[in-house]
């Protein structure tokens, strides 16, 4: 289990990788097993077919920024909150 400060520290990673378009940063940071479902409802399963995804011409999250935003960690076992979004 990561500690709250871990989270925190992933998230950062994460936001100035993906705002510097570094896509070998921002896999870095997912397990070899992720299931990825984006908003679209659109998924993916496995670090190396996201690449792929993320790789394609078709894909457009190059133009995409992440704003920074306040994240809150909750006690372990709790939702996890970014800047209104939830996940578990």
């Given at each position: ?14 936001g100035?990788a ?9 896999m870095?940071?997912?397990h070899?097993d992720?299931?990825?479902?984006n ?8 670090k ?5 995804v ?17 994240t809150?960690v909750?006690?372990?076992g709790?939702?996890?909150?970014t800047?209104?979004?939830q996940?578990?």
């Amino acid at each position: 289990m990561l500690t709250r400060n871990e989270i925190s520290t992933a998230f950062a990673k994460w936001g100035a990788a993906w705002n510097a378009h570094d896509l070998d940063g921002v896999m870095d940071l997912f397990h070899d097993d992720i299931y990825f479902e984006n908003w679209t409802g659109g998924w993916v399963r496995g670090k190396e077919n996201l690449r792929l995804v993320r790789e394609s011409p078709r894909s457009r999250t190059h133009a995409l920024r992440r704003r920074e935003c306040d994240t809150m960690v909750r006690p372990e076992g709790s939702d996890l909150e970014t800047g209104g979004e939830q996940t578990r």
